[in-house]
């Protein structure tokens, strides 16, 4: 299978509904088994969307969060006949020969070494953004998919709504003349996080598992589900938390891989909290003959083309600006 045809086969749209191909069906059975790693958000609408696939069965809920297990165990269970199994160790689940594929919605430390756990127990991967919480973690996550031999999917997604694929084919086929730039940006009105207080681990939750492969720190009061974005040693910021899915849509219309110079620029300016990563940022990207710029604020909605969240290729003769899944032409 080449990337072309898999990547058309299991990209997830908007409401993540794949096609998943033969290659991952395990025998005898005709089903593509999963194991779901991470059900307090974005795993429960990754399930939905998966379940909403004939050929498919989700046979265990994995999560560190008693309370997400239940979660997960009464979407999944009321989707489909087989009775998932609950869990707060995925690794349970790698051990079943019958699981064909880990589908990763943990928090972006544990991407990486949950894809590479899998890949080496035979299990193919769907994991969501960031591909990973820095870039070596990256390039260990691809030479375990090659080692093994298994197909990974990384969740940007929006590569699959079809507005967004119109745009880059109006783009390719020069309606805005040659494009030299590409400015994308996301901007949000978040509270602030407080400042946390040491605290009981609660007992619904393993925070020792949780924390995994990152080097273990006391449990704080403002960190669990949600703030762990905001601090280094476990989250990447906007950036990787929503800057990643424009980026992506940036460079692939522009056609780039890696740029040669990155300037970034910021700081935490609005709110005196514990939070670590930038509340202001702007990033650019310079590719030789192209570059983008990426720009994001957590305290302020308003962004470029009274948009908090998109995406606009400069061209020659026009710009091409993309609003969610839609899109608009500028002469």
């Known amino acids: 299978m080449n990337r072309r045809y898999f990547l058309k086969t299991t990209a997830l749209g908007a409401a ?14 005709n089903k593509i088994v999963l194991a779901i790693m991470g059900t307090n958000g974005r795993g429960l609408e990754l399930a939905k969307g998966f379940l909403g696939q004939p050929d498919v069965e989700i046979a265990y809920i ?26 707060k160790d995925f690794r349970k689940a790698l051990e079943d020969k019958s699981v064909d594929a880990l589908v ?5 430390h544990w991407h990486a070494p949950a894809t590479i756990l899998a890949c080496s127990a ?29 197909v990974v999917q990384l969740g940007t997604q929006r590569r699959s709504m079809p507005g967004v694929q119109e745009a880059i084919e109006k783009l390719r086929s020069c309606a805005i003349g040659p494009v030299h730039f590409s400015r994308c940006w996301y901007n949000n009105s978040r509270p602030s996080i407080g400042h946390g207080k040491v605290a009981p681990v609660p007992a619904w939750l393993d925070y020792t598992l949780w924390q995994g492969p990152a080097p273990q720190r006391e449990y704080h009061d403002n960190l669990i589900h949600y703030n762990w974005h905001w601090f280094w040693h476990w989250g ?10 424009s980026l992506d849509i940036c460079r692939w219309g522009l056609g780039v891989d890696y740029p040669i110079r990155v300037t970034s ?15 202001t940022h702007v990033v650019t990207y310079d590719f030789g003959d192209k570059s983008l710029d990426w720009e994001g604020r957590s305290w302020h909605r308003q962004g470029f083309e009274n948009s908090m969240f998109g995406i606009t290729f400069y061209g020659e003769n026009g710009s091409i600006v993309i609003d969610g899944s839609n899109y608009r032409i500028l002469d």
């Open 122 to 150: 035979g299990k193919h991967v769907y994991v969501e953004k960031p591909a990973s919480h820095n870039p070596q973690e990256g390039e260990w996550m691809i030479q375990a998919a090659r080692k093994y031999n298994r």
């Open 265 to 279: 620029g910021g700081g935490k300016y609005r709110y005196d909290d514990d939070q670590e990563t930038p509340d």
């Open 16 to 29: 993540a509904a794949v096609a998943l191909p033969q290659r991952l069906r395990s025998a005898p059975s």
């Open 236 to 245: 990447t910021g906007e950036l990787g938390n929503n800057g990643i899915h």
């Open 104 to 108: 990763v919605a943990a928090p972006d």
């Open 62 to 87: 994995c999560d560190v969060d008693d309370n997400a297990i239940a979660k997960g165990l009464k979407l999944v269970n009321g989707l489909q006949k087989r009775e998932a199994k609950g869990g």
